[in-house]
């Protein structure tokens, strides 16, 4: 069956740096994979996806992510953290069958003035 | 464009009661899904269906039952609710023809169980 795992549940990030999510999958097929954002008391809003279209897929408000297949991993990042990106992000992945998704644990960013 | 539709949004519940939580989706999507959200622990799968008629256990099933008569409606009943039970209720649909696509998400059910 297909997982993901996050890495670190906090990551903590100054107004203007680098924002980096960890995700990594397992997988024994090619997986789809999947970044959602989570703003308080709100539902779940995807930020982009990857289908093997392409290993560098843009999304929504300037994030971005890469498909590394060598490292299982299937990161997030923007170059230039906003106050308004505070929120959780979740990773995911789903299956062959193209049904059932999976989600990791979740990474709480908090982004200081 | 309403999308996915939980309701109620909160909902306070005593041991031992039974109620439903109701999910509708407008995009006939053949896929719907149920989770929950718990601190430190993500989206865990409780049930699904493909489809009208069609449904399936995911990860956490005990202590719920679903049913799906309509392509729309995609109900989820806690026949005796248990403070384990408090959480976070999402529902979910998407499209399953052909194409990866996304799942697309109701606003949630708070649930407490006393």
């Known amino acids: 069956a297909q997982s993901v795992t996050q890495l670190g549940s906090h990551v903590s990030v100054s107004e203007g740096a680098l924002v980096l999510l960890r995700c990594n999958y397992s997988s024994s097929v090619p997986p789809y994979l999947f970044w959602y954002v989570q703003y308080p008391n709100q539902g779940l809003q995807l930020l982009l996806k990857y289908t093997s279209a392409a290993t560098l897929v843009k999304g929504i408000n300037g994030f971005e992510a890469e498909f590394k297949k060598s490292e299982t991993s299937f990161h997030l990042t923007k170059p230039s953290a906003h106050m308004s990106d505070a929120a959780e992000y979740f990773c995911a992945v789903r299956g062959p069958n193209n049904n059932d998704m999976r989600f990791g644990a979740g990474t709480r960013l908090t982004v200081k003035p | 464009n309403a999308g996915v539709t939980q309701t109620p949004k909160f909902q306070v519940l005593k041991t031992g009661q039974s109620m439903t939580l109701q999910c509708a989706q407008d995009?006939?999507?053949?896929?719907m899904s149920w989770y929950r959200q718990d601190p430190g622990m993500g989206l865990r799968l409780i049930h699904y269906s493909v489809g009208a008629g069609i449904t399936d256990q995911g990860e956490v099933p005990n202590g719920y039952n679903v049913s799906r008569s309509t392509t729309e409606d995609f109900p989820l009943r806690l026949l005796s609710a248990a403070p384990s039970q408090t959480s976070v209720y999402f529902c979910?649909?998407?499209?399953?023809?052909?194409?990866?696509?996304?799942?697309?998400f109701g606003q949630g059910t708070r649930l407490t169980v006393v």
């Open positions: 995009m006939n999507h053949e896929y």
């Open positions: 979910a649909s998407s499209y399953t023809g052909g194409s990866v696509t996304e799942a697309f």
